[in-house]
């Protein structure tokens, strides 16, 4: 079955312990990206990959950190975990076409992370 | 840029009623827009996309949208809702370079018996 898988579904942890969320995929997709969702903000962008250690920030980076070594996972790295990282996170995935645009990102579950 | 407006953050219908969920894009160019929903405590899901194929699309679910280029307009209907579409409805412009989803608060519809 083609997915994206994110472990763990839910974690609480506390202020500066790292973290890390990982992200897979089994459909060979290029691109992987991360979103946050908060209430009243929708889904904002986090990191995005469009391959292999090919990866950028998106609008809200600051305290989080990608690696892109295989093409298949993406994980999600928050090195010094704080209350304002508490959300719903959701990692998804899409085929790069060359000729642009249209493509239906895949999301997966989400992760609900709450840090005390 | 590419943004959506979606005009209404609650809906409320009749089960058996149609359903309208209105989303307005502004973009100086033919957008790839798409709706996903999310069920409670659920992930993300495709209902449709538009790609400039074709003005009416069909999703998932029985639910369609028109892209009405003089309205600037992708509003998401369905003829008659189903107590299982109660949900949160996002419509979403696909941005260039780098791809980001740019959700928006979203619509959310109550369907009541």
């Known amino acids: 079955e083609a997915q994206v898988t994110q472990n763990p579904r839910y974690l609480i942890t506390v202020t500066g312990k790292k973290l890390t969320v990982t992200c897979s995929q089994n459909?060979?997709?290029?691109?992987m990206s991360w979103y946050r969702q908060d209430p009243g903000l929708g889904l904002r962008q986090i990191y995005y990959?469009?391959?292999?250690?090919?990866?950028d920030k998106g609008d809200v980076p600051e305290g989080y950190k990608v690696s892109r070594k295989e093409k298949r996972n993406f994980p999600l790295i928050l090195e010094s975990p704080s209350p304002n990282q508490t959300s719903l996170y959701f990692c998804?995935?899409?085929?790069?076409?060359?000729?642009?645009?249209?493509?239906?990102?895949?999301f997966g579950p989400g992760t609900r992370l709450t840090v005390l | 840029a590419q943004s959506v407006t979606q005009l209404d953050s609650h809906v409320s219908v009749s089960e058996g009623t149609p359903v309208l969920l209105r989303c307005n894009y502004s973009s100086s160019y033919s957008p790839s827009l798409f709706w996903y929903v999310q069920h409670p405590n659920k992930g993300l899901q495709l209902l449709l996309k538009?790609?400039?194929?074709?003005?009416l699309v069909k999703g998932i679910n029985g639910f369609e949208a028109e892209f009405k280029k003089s309205e600037t307009s992708f509003h998401l209907t369905k003829p008659s809702a189903h107590m299982s579409d109660a949900a949160e409805y996002f419509c979403v412009p696909l941005g260039t370079g780098r791809r980001a989803l740019t959700f928006g608060s979203g619509t959310r519809l109550q369907v009541q018996p």
């Open positions: 990959s469009m391959n292999v250690e090919v990866t």
């Open positions: 538009y790609t400039s194929a074709a003005t």
């Open positions: 459909m060979n997709h290029e691109y």
């Open positions: 998804a995935s899409s085929p790069l076409l060359t000729s642009g645009g249209g493509d239906e990102q895949f």
